[in-house]
């Protein structure tokens, strides 16, 4: 198991009073494996990604019974400690590229500045030679054959696209085990963004790289995805294999943001009315008690004002009362 | 029957200063001609950079055009005449976090249009924007929220009932769907349909994904480098897309994998 969460909670204070932003979050990820996180906007799984780099400041409030990574309670370390590992070992890449990139800088000195020290040998006199040829070869594997252009250019020069690769290169410069990608290509056109999913699969395959890569749609997911977690509002609704999960959910919401997606779409008549949820998302001043997507869920019963606990069946788990699509076979 | 919407040879150059004496022309849109019926939708499809806004901005008015002329009904829209245009062809933008005023409240933002287009007084005016948001799925009391009290799906509603709040002819969609969640987006298709068989407006609908397109267009215009590369019934483009180009557009991800 290369990160292990178990029962991670957020809260935030707020002048109502406390709030848990994240809910007993359970996610776990294997060495090797691509993760993907789909949430719509504002459910929290940035949040949950920005607490695994330890990126949140002291106004937020964490808690969980584990936050492992390779057996390492991240929870328990010294800051400097925290960074040893996180800072080597997982890397992350963001939606909107360009402005992760210093505007003031060459592509090539960003870019030097990501390559460790440890890469480099022999004497000083060699490093600044090394540095550049670690760049170039940095640049060549994420596909970018051009690279003295590459280098020589400003972060406005660069397409969305190649800026993302070279985010992906400088996060790659590391060799890290884990990379996170939150929503990476959410803001690009289809083509671009099979490139960079492409790209990714490369790393995986060839240096089993796990990702954890962190979507807003079902149908903008990488295919490659062994893994899927829903969560909504907070809450870990569903998880378990690709290929199971999609084809048949436990979860009303899995159920429901399925239908909705483009490629359940495409099935339709042309210009029928789509199904979807009812009504729109809680603020986090108004969340409903017990299963958050209650008020919107068609199969709402009055259980449901009660947090259904997490089930684990086999390698899939979800958090209904009323599972959807569940042989009584036990 | 006449179209709506009557474009003839619209075009766009700018002028970029490549030296001391040097001038570079860019044709960010060549000339382009096409016709909207009412009730119908047009989708306009290409690549980044392939003209697609220009061509939103000039038929909307925020664009001067360098030549060519936008007939509706009969009527040729001159550039300056904001108020003639502003009546009937309404614009609604990617981005409605950014395209609503953060200073203002819902009903104000919605009471804005009227004040400058229509002569209705006050009360006449809160009725219609009582009215328009119950169009578009939101409650009256709404109008004394402010943008950033709504979550993005509701935003994007209001920006449509500021689009619609003047009965218009046409509206024009910048891919207003594309960074929207994809419950959110089907709320606001479903939206999109209802009003249109309502009030049989017109839609011009920018977009780059092929299933959306599919889902509400009529007409499909595929646009590449600001030419149009093909123009014809959804079901025609699609089914049999002539060009490349046209093809890996409509390639859609899902297919792909």
């Given at each position: 198991?290369?990160?292990d969460?178990?029962?991670?909670?957020?809260?935030?204070?707020?002048?109502?009073?406390?709030?848990?932003?994240?809910?007993?979050?359970?996610?776990?990820?294997?060495?090797?494996?691509?993760?993907?996180?789909?949430?719509?906007?504002?459910?929290?799984?940035?949040l949950?990604?920005?607490?695994?780099?330890?990126?949140?400041?002291?106004?937020?409030h964490?808690?969980?019974?584990?936050?492992?990574?390779?057996?390492?309670?991240?929870l328990?370390?010294?800051?400097?400690?925290?960074?040893?590992?996180?800072?080597?070992?997982?890397?992350?890449?963001?939606?909107?590229?360009?402005?992760y990139l210093d505007?003031?800088?060459?592509?090539?000195e960003?870019?030097?500045?990501?390559v460790?020290d440890?890469?480099?040998?022999?004497?000083?006199?060699?490093?600044?030679?090394?540095?550049?040829?670690?760049?170039i070869?940095?640049?060549?594997?994420?596909g970018?054959?051009?690279?003295?252009?590459?280098?020589?250019?400003?972060?406005?020069?660069?397409?969305?696209g190649?800026?993302?690769?070279?985010?992906?290169?400088?996060?790659i410069?590391?060799?890290?085990?884990l990379?996170?990608?939150?929503?990476?290509?959410?803001?690009?056109?289809?083509?671009?963004?099979?490139?960079?999913?492409?790209?990714?699969?490369?790393?995986?395959?060839?240096?089993?790289?796990?990702?954890?890569?962190?979507?807003?749609?079902?149908?903008?997911?990488?295919?490659?995805?062994?893994?899927?977690?829903?969560i909504?509002?907070?809450?870990?609704?569903?998880?378990?294999?690709?290929?199971?999960?999609?084809?048949a959910?436990?979860?009303?919401?899995?159920?429901?943001?399925?239908?909705t997606?483009?490629?359940?779409?495409?099935?339709r008549?042309?210009r029928?009315?789509?199904?979807?949820?009812?009504?729109?998302?809680?603020?986090?001043?108004?969340?409903?008690i017990?299963?958050?997507?209650?008020p919107?869920?068609?199969?709402?019963?009055?259980?449901?004002?009660?947090?259904?606990?997490?089930?684990?069946?086999?390698?899939?788990?979800?958090?209904c009362?009323y599972?959807?699509?569940?042989?009584?076979?036990? | 029957?006449?179209?709506?919407?009557?474009v003839r040879?619209l075009t766009?150059t700018?002028?970029?200063r490549?030296?001391?004496?040097?001038?570079k022309?860019?044709?960010?849109?060549?000339?382009?001609?096409?016709?909207?019926?009412?009730?119908?939708?047009?989708?306009?499809?290409?690549?980044n950079?392939?003209?697609?806004?220009?061509?939103?901005?000039?038929?909307?008015g925020?664009?001067?055009?360098?030549?060519?002329?936008i007939?509706?009904?009969?009527?040729?829209?001159h550039?300056?005449?904001?108020?003639?245009r502003?009546?009937?062809?309404?614009?609604?933008?990617?981005?409605?976090?950014?395209?609503?005023?953060?200073?203002?409240?819902?009903?104000?933002?919605?009471?804005?249009?009227?004040?400058?287009?229509t002569?209705?007084?006050?009360?006449?005016?809160?009725?219609?924007?009582?009215?328009?948001?119950?169009?578009?799925?939101?409650?009256?009391e709404?109008?004394?929220?402010?943008?950033?009290?709504?979550?993005?799906?509701q935003?994007?509603?209001?920006?449509?009932?500021?689009?619609?709040?003047?009965?218009?002819?046409l509206l024009?969609?910048?891919?207003?769907?594309?960074?929207?969640?994809?419950?959110?987006?089907?709320?606001?298709?479903?939206l999109?349909?209802?009003?249109?068989?309502d009030?049989?407006?017109?839609?011009?609908?920018?977009?780059?994904?092929?299933?959306?397109?599919?889902?509400?267009?009529?007409?499909?215009?595929?646009?590449?480098?600001?030419?149009?590369?093909?123009?014809?019934?959804?079901?025609?483009?699609?089914?049999?897309?002539?060009?490349?180009?046209?093809?890996?557009?409509?390639?859609?991800?899902?297919?792909?994998?």
């Amino acid at each position: 198991m290369l990160l292990d969460i178990r029962n991670l909670t957020i809260a935030k204070d707020t002048p109502t009073g406390r709030v848990n932003v994240l809910e007993r979050v359970n996610l776990q990820i294997n060495e090797a494996e691509i993760h993907t996180l789909v949430g719509e906007s504002g459910s929290g799984k940035s949040l949950i990604a920005r607490a695994i780099m330890g990126f949140l400041s002291s106004s937020w409030h964490i808690q969980a019974d584990r936050l492992w990574f390779e057996e390492q309670d991240l929870l328990n370390l010294s800051a400097k400690q925290r960074r040893e590992i996180i800072g080597v070992d997982v890397a992350m890449i963001f939606q909107d590229a360009k402005s992760y990139l210093d505007p003031n800088l060459t592509i090539g000195e960003q870019l030097q500045e990501a390559v460790l020290d440890q890469d480099l040998s022999g004497g000083f006199w060699n490093r600044r030679k090394q540095r550049k040829e670690r760049v170039i070869q940095l640049l060549h594997r994420v596909g970018i054959k051009d690279h003295s252009a590459m280098i020589e250019s400003y972060p406005h020069e660069l397409s969305e696209g190649a800026a993302q690769k070279i985010m992906i290169a400088s996060a790659i410069a590391h060799r890290p085990k884990l990379l996170i990608a939150d929503e990476p290509t959410s803001t690009m056109e289809p083509a671009t963004r099979q490139q960079i999913y492409r790209l990714l699969a490369q790393f995986h395959a060839r240096h089993g790289m796990s990702i954890l890569l962190i979507s807003q749609d079902l149908g903008a997911i990488m295919k490659e995805t062994e893994r899927l977690t829903m969560i909504y509002s907070g809450q870990i609704m569903e998880s378990g294999s690709t290929r199971e999960l999609l084809d048949a959910p436990h979860h009303p919401y899995t159920e429901a943001l399925l239908n909705t997606s483009l490629y359940q779409q495409a099935q339709r008549p042309p210009r029928s009315r789509l199904p979807t949820l009812a009504g729109t998302e809680p603020s986090m001043q108004h969340l409903p008690i017990g299963c958050r997507l209650g008020p919107r869920c068609a199969y709402a019963r009055p259980k449901c004002v009660q947090t259904p606990d997490f089930t684990k069946k086999r390698d899939r788990g979800f958090a209904c009362h009323y599972p959807l699509h569940l042989e009584d076979d036990a | 029957m006449k179209p709506l919407l009557d474009v003839r040879d619209l075009t766009k150059t700018y002028v970029q200063r490549s030296g001391l004496f040097k001038r570079k022309k860019i044709e960010a849109l060549k000339p382009t001609s096409f016709t909207v019926e009412a009730g119908k939708t047009l989708a306009i499809m290409g690549a980044n950079g392939s003209g697609k806004s220009t061509l939103a901005g000039l038929i909307s008015g925020a664009i001067q055009p360098s030549q060519g002329q936008i007939i509706l009904n009969g009527q040729v829209l001159h550039a300056d005449n904001y108020r003639q245009r502003a009546q009937h062809i309404r614009m609604v933008f990617q981005d409605a976090e950014a395209s609503l005023n953060p200073h203002l409240t819902i009903g104000d933002q919605l009471e804005e249009p009227l004040r400058f287009n229509t002569g209705l007084n006050q009360k006449q005016r809160r009725e219609r924007t009582i009215h328009t948001l119950q169009q578009v799925g939101l409650l009256a009391e709404h109008m004394v929220f402010y943008p950033h009290m709504m979550s993005t799906g509701q935003k994007q509603r209001v920006s449509i009932a500021r689009a619609i709040i003047l009965n218009p002819q046409l509206l024009v969609a910048d891919e207003a769907l594309a960074t929207l969640d994809s419950s959110v987006r089907a709320q606001i298709i479903n939206l999109l349909l209802d009003l249109q068989s309502d009030l049989k407006m017109s839609y011009i609908f920018i977009s780059q994904s092929p299933e959306i397109v599919r889902h509400l267009a009529d007409d499909v215009m595929i646009l590449k480098e600001g030419d149009i590369l093909e123009h014809g019934h959804v079901d025609d483009i699609f089914n049999d897309p002539q060009h490349r180009y046209t093809q890996s557009l409509l390639l859609s991800e899902l297919n792909s994998a």
